[in-house]
Nanobody, 127 residues
Framework: VQLQASGGGSVQAGGSLRLSCAAS????????TGWFRQAPGKEREHVAT??????????YYGDSVKGRFTISRDNAKNTVYLQMNSLKFEDTAVYYC???????????????????WGQGTLVTVSS
């Protein structure tokens, strides 16, 4: 399984970026996919989750991004997106996508809930 995260870059505060997580060797709609981020010196933080299609593709967001970020999935392209609007300086981090076909209770906000990880893409927001 390979996850390819892309779309990171540098943007001014208030701007937008869209991250993509393309998968090969695994059908993302059969599992739950999450976005996490990690800033220098900090722990990996949950950003957003989209559940498998069989569970209604429910979404969940971390408190710090709720209302600004949107996670979605294009089943035809086997890709999960993270649309990030109204970016803030504190959104600066390396963003990772992850996926699993494990069926776990709860919101799946822990890194240990996921099986496969992409390589990360850097988002830098200047104030």
């Amino acid at each position: 399984v390979q996850l390819q995260a892309s779309g990171g870059g540098s943007v001014q505060a208030g701007g937008s970026l869209r991250l993509s997580c393309a998968a090969s060797g695994r059908t993302l709609s059969r599992g739950t996919t999450g976005w996490f981020r990690q800033a220098p010196g900090k722990e990996r933080e949950h950003v957003a989750t989209i559940r498998r299609a069989g569970s209604g593709s429910g979404t969940y967001y971390g408190d710090s991004v709720k209302g600004r970020f949107t996670i979605s999935r294009d089943n035809a392209k086997n890709t999960v997106y993270l649309q990030m609007n109204s970016l803030k300086f504190e959104d600066t981090a390396v963003y990772y996508c992850s996926t699993t076909e494990r069926h776990l209770a709860g919101l799946m906000t822990r890194p240990d809930d996921y099986t496969y990880w992409g390589q990360g893409t850097l988002v830098t927001v200047s104030s």
